[in-house]
């Protein structure tokens, strides 16, 4: 078997975890930071994670990859005062009661939000993730992408099952 | 006791055994590749449940077990308590078709004092005998978006009574319920139920729902085969509000309003022939409640909630008990991260619960009205000792209540997760349950034999009574114990729970013996009392399983496995020893359960359970094994059909004998019920 297994309808399967922190690398190959969020030209592409939860844990499998020419660093719970050098922040679900303290330190960063909370588009963060019927979706507010400086593919909106905000 | 004695012994857990032969059978995930799907095909990716379950838990350091919606749905129960059959540690009795005895790790009864029961955070644990009538209960399992159930104390969070578990029954937000739903079914034994339901919105901010639901259920059938006189009907109603005010401000209102009625019989105790005549009654259960929850969370990380309920209900089984009750309850929480590696909560709740009881003839509660103030503080700290590794948690209780004063509820739990898929957790808690007002000031004629009989060679009937000793304090019952526990997600498909513990009881409510005296009215017979007291004290030790495999895509396989062992500390008192023997003997020592959940092809689906329950001595109730089979055929998008045969094995069988009153021996039938479900 590679991989994981192959389903007998041809779906995959996979854990919760894994999906989501797939998730976050291919959103990384969807959005543009602004050159000032990068040390230099070969400096990594940094994906943080807060939370207790397994997805930090399953975001550091990829770990070096490459993506836009650049490698991915994984930094494993971090804190709100600790955001610096992130370029994508997955906001655990355990943190709920934090979100807002976390998006408030994450402005003015150029930083990609990313949780599963429910309404985590709508209070303020770049990408929600949203679970339904056993797969996971996901919405974008494209205005907090452009408080962080970070220019959001059509390709992305156009799979988004919700955008908040309008194209500049 | 002897019967169960004399069982043969159980074969291995098959759980663990399944566990085994998986763990060394299964290919290991390369979560990596799934990155080089691309975004479009990542949406279409399954996630599978099991994990998903896991995840809400590998945080807990207690014996959690989540019942979801889907696993409600495909296992094809109609109320809640047949729900909980699939939860280890949990035992779950049916003596009547709507009336259910459901305890945790060993305290049986339909009154299982030490079990709290909390719908959307709305107590449904009666103060009056200390339980829960589930036949008051219903719900719309459709809007039940999981269950909870924490086996063990959770005294320190969830204040007095949650001493053997805790049932916290969470029910769907607005949103996730939106447009329009009817349910119909009809069967056998489920005679018919109707539901419908309708979620709209107003605005982006505020979803709503309201609905109805009623449902007709058969009798069962006594040891003769004649009908058990317990037909039941009920009809529900109510809503759900979610409002968003602003992006760290929300607000749910909730509300129900009910009826329900049931029919069983008592035999009831009389010292005139034919001295215990089977009276066929009525159950009455009306109520409304209420309940509203304001949370907002801080930009500094903090964050509270504010929640209040009125429930008010009424109970009545003419003409021997009818209870009216109200109350109101504040809870107030605030949590806080004051360093790093502290998670802070700290609460205070407030509750006010007027009752007005009347009773009579061979069942007295005095007095006939009461009001009981329940102030309570709790504080609990979830320390990271080593990031990621060991977390503590510290927390405590302070309970102050008008029957019994200052009641403190201390716990220590610690976390070890050496890596992402395995949690190894320890607790030593104290837990207390307050006494109800049957535990209090009460007089039951247990049974009366009649004279010249086995039991009774002299002359006279006698009157066998359990009574409150005036002048003489109730305390409260008290839990010290000790829990150990593992989980293990092994692979996205496989995830295994264990859990041990060990719990002391030292001094729980009982029976001495009372004086013998001879009584002349209303005719001459022989009184033997036996006083209420707090003398017993005991030790019950137990294991409880539970795997979740899913060996194919469409295929899942749940197992549950759990062993009580229940011993009271020797009396030389007959009172207290057979008091004893009826608390040990009512509880199985062991049951196991499997679920098979398949999909045939895309839309048809069909799942079996089969459950194993040993047998009690109490009753006579032997062992028995059933299975229930479910055929669910989605015919549109927005409309399901499913076929359902309950108790498949046997044409009847005898679950528990009520212990409470003297009732017959019922017996549960086999049963089909056809269901649509039409989304519009």
Redesign the interface.
């Known amino acids: ?5 192959l ?3 041809g ?9 989501k ?3 976050l ?3 990384a ?2 959005l543009e930071w602004p050159p000032e969020a990068f040390p230099g030209r070969d400096a990594p592409l940094t994906l943080c994670a807060t939370g ?3 997805v930090g ?2 975001l550091s ?2 770990e070096r ?1 490459v993506v836009q020419s650049r490698e991915l660093r994984v930094r ?2 971090v ?2 005062e600790d955001l610096r050098g992130c370029h994508m922040l997955y906001v655990g679900e ?1 943190e ?7 998006l ?1 330190s994450a402005a003015g960063l150029p930083l990609v939000t990313v949780s599963d909370i ?2 985590f588009a ?3 963060g770049t990408i929600g993730l949203v ?1 339904a019927e ?4 996901f919405e974008v507010n494209i205005a907090s992408a452009q408080r962080a400086n970070v220019r959001v593919s059509s ?2 909106l156009r ?1 988004a099952r919700n955008t908040r905000g309008k194209l500049q | 006791m002897s019967a169960q004695r004399s069982l043969p012994q159980r074969r291995a857990p098959v759980a663990v055994i399944i566990a085994l032969a998986a763990v060394t059978l299964l290919p290991r995930a390369a979560a990596a590749d799934l990155a080089d799907l691309g975004l479009e095909a990542l949406l279409g990716v399954e996630v599978t449940s099991v994990s998903r379950k896991a995840q809400r838990l590998q945080d807990a350091a207690a014996a959690v077990f989540v019942v979801t919606n889907e696993d409600i749905r495909r296992s094809g129960v109609t109320s809640i308590p047949e729900a909980l059959r699939m939860v280890p540690g949990l035992q779950v009795a049916r003596f009547s078709n709507d009336k259910w005895a459901v305890s945790a790790r060993g305290a049986a009864g339909r009154f299982a004092n030490k079990l709290l029961v909390m719908i959307d955070g709305r107590s449904v644990y009666s103060p009056l005998f200390s339980g829960v009538l589930w036949e008051a209960q219903d719900m719309l399992l459709d809007d039940v978006d999981r269950i909870e159930v924490i086996r063990g104390p959770g005294a320190a969070l969830w204040g007095a009574n949650a001493v053997n578990g805790i049932i916290n029954i969470i029910t769907k937000k607005a949103k996730d319920t939106q447009g329009g739903l009817a349910q119909l079914g009809a069967g056998t034994e489920e005679r018919g139920y109707a539901a419908l339901r309708y979620g709209g919105a107003s605005g982006e901010d505020t979803q709503y729902r309201v609905y109805a639901k009623t449902y007709a259920r058969d009798g069962s059938v006594d040891m003769n085969g004649a009908s058990g006189g317990d037909n039941s009907r009920s009809l529900k109603s109510g809503f759900r509000l979610d409002r968003r005010i602003s992006a760290g401000d929300r607000l749910m209102a909730t509300g129900d309003v009910y009826e329900a009625r049931s029919g069983e019989q008592w035999s009831v105790p009389q010292v005139t022939p034919p001295y215990g005549a089977l009276t066929p009654m009525t159950e009455r259960n009306r109520g409304v409640n209420l309940l509203g929850r304001y949370e907002r969370s801080f930009e500094d990380g903090s964050a509270a909630a504010l929640q209040a309920y009125i429930d008010s209900t009424y109970l009545a089984v003419a003409p021997f008990v009818t209870e009216r009750r109200d109350t109101v309850d504040l809870d107030f929480q605030h949590q806080l991260r004051p360093g790093s590696g502290h998670d802070f909560i700290w609460g205070l709740s407030y509750r006010e619960s007027r009752d007005e009881v009347s009773t009579s003839g061979f069942i007295r509660l005095f007095p006939d009205s009461e009001d009981f103030r329940l102030v309570s503080a709790f504080v609990h700290d979830d320390i990271s000792l080593v990031r990621e590794k060991f977390r503590l948690i510290i927390g405590a209780k302070i309970e102050h209540n008008s029957f019994t004063g200052t009641e403190p509820q201390p716990n220590v739990r610690l976390l070890w997760t050496p890596d992402a898929s395995h949690t190894v957790w320890a607790a030593a808690s104290r837990a207390v349950r307050t006494p109800s007002r049957a535990d209090r000031e009460s007089i039951l004629d247990e049974s009366v034999t009649p004279p010249f009989s086995a039991g009774n060679p002299s002359p006279l009937p006698l009157l066998v009574q359990s009574t409150f000793q005036p002048g003489v304090k109730r305390l409260s019952e008290k839990l010290d114990a000790l829990e150990l526990g593992y989980r293990a997600q092994f692979d996205p498909r496989l995830a295994l729970d264990l859990a041990a513990f060990s719990n002391r009881y030292p001094r729980l409510r009982g029976l001495v013996t009372g004086p013998t005296t001879v009584q002349l009215f209303p005719a001459p017979y022989v009184l033997q009392q036996f006083y209420l007291d707090n003398g017993l004290s005991g030790r019950t030790t137990g294991f409880e399983a539970s795997l979740d495999w899913r060996p194919l895509n469409r295929w899942r396989l749940q197992g549950s496995y759990s062993l009580v062992h229940v011993k009271f500390d020797a009396s030389s008192d007959f009172g207290r020893n057979t008091y004893a023997q009826f608390i040990r003997d009512s509880a199985p020592r062991s049951q196991y359960s499997i679920r098979s959940l398949l999909d045939l092809e895309p839309g048809r689906q069909f799942d079996l359970w089969l459950r194993h329950v040993a047998g009690i001595a109490r009753g006579d109730i032997p062992a028995y094994t059933e299975l229930d089979a479910r055929y669910g055929w989605q015919v549109r998008k927005d409309l399901d059909l499913s076929l359902v045969g309950q108790n498949l094995l046997h044409s009847r069988h005898r679950e528990y004998l009520e212990d409470l009153v003297h009732s017959p021996l019922l017996q549960v039938q086999r049963g089909f019920y056809v269901q649509a479900r039409w989304h519009f």
């Open positions: 078997m590679a991989g994981f297994a389903g007998v309808h779906q995959e399967v996979a854990s919760d975890a894994q999906v922190a797939a998730f690398v291919n959103f190959k969807f207790r939860g397994p844990a399953a499998a990829y990859r494993r719970s804190t709100p355990s709920e009661r934090q979100m807002l303290q976390i408030r429910d309404g709508d209070a303020g679970d056993q797969r996971v979706q390709q992305l799979l």
